[in-house]
């Protein structure tokens, strides 16, 4: 599991948190009394690209270890870095609803031949104990084999105790024939072919008298 050392912090002073190289969050849950923390901000940016917002994270430094989810991050709209961060605390045997990213693995033999692959899912919903969560589902898209053939949510290989709570017709990718589209000349446009052609004739007629 892994572990992330917070403190708890007092409201307020966000900014001087991320000036001294911390981020500003909250923990809370079911049996968990909401509390501020702070915690080092290079070492949260890890467990975040490691991990996700799947994993179980637990909390050093508020007494007895907490184990949490990370259940949502404010991110920078400009930096696109974190600055803001909320812990669900999780209670071991009571299941979760938790979305969680989708991987694609190897090789369809219609992409091969040309055809385009769809990825309509990026992530699905489940439920289950926070303990037994995947960090990830792996969809393998060798099985498309022909231009039509579609993997539905009720094909992915959940782990046991892991339950789907995203529809099971619901289609995760699937293989489309490439559509080349032909580019057509635009019509003439003979109104200002024959308005021309009349200018050009005045213009002669014009020339002829002054001559």
Same mark, same amino acid.
């Given at each position: ?32 009394? /909401? ?11 890890? *467990? ?18 907490? $184990?949490?989810? *990370? ?22 045997? #009571? ?41 990830? *589902?792996?969809?393998?898209? $060798? ?36 559509? #080349?589209?032909?580019?057509?000349? /635009? ?21 002829? #008298?002054?001559?």
């Amino acid at each position: 599991m892994l572990t992330l050392s917070v403190e708890r912090r007092s409201s307020g002073g966000a900014e001087a948190l991320r000036r001294a190289k911390k981020l500003p969050g909250v923990v809370y849950g079911p049996h968990q009394e /909401a509390t501020p923390v702070a915690f080092d901000a290079s070492a949260f940016e890890k *467990i975040l690209h490691e991990a996700g917002e799947a994993a179980v994270v637990s909390l050093s430094g508020l007494g007895a270890g907490v $184990s949490t989810l *990370i259940h949502e991050v404010d991110f920078d709209p400009i930096t696109n870095m974190p600055r803001h961060v909320d812990f669900y605390a999780v209670t071991k045997g #009571e299941k979760v609803e938790v979305a969680i990213p989708l991987t694609f693995t190897g090789e369809s033999p219609a992409v091969a031949a040309g055809a385009n692959l769809v990825k309509v899912l990026h992530e699905v919903s489940v439920k289950a104990d926070p303990m037994k969560l995947p960090h990830e *589902i792996e969809v393998d898209v $060798s099985v498309l084999a022909a231009v039509g053939d579609q993997i539905h949510a009720k094909s992915l290989a959940l782990p046991s105790g892991v339950d789907l709570l995203t529809d099971p017709e619901e289609v995760v990718a699937l293989v489309q024939e490439v559509v #080349e589209e032909k580019e057509e000349a /635009a019509p003439a446009d003979i109104a200002s072919i024959e308005v021309e052609k009349k200018g050009k004739e005045a213009e002669e007629g014009q020339s002829s #008298e002054e001559a």
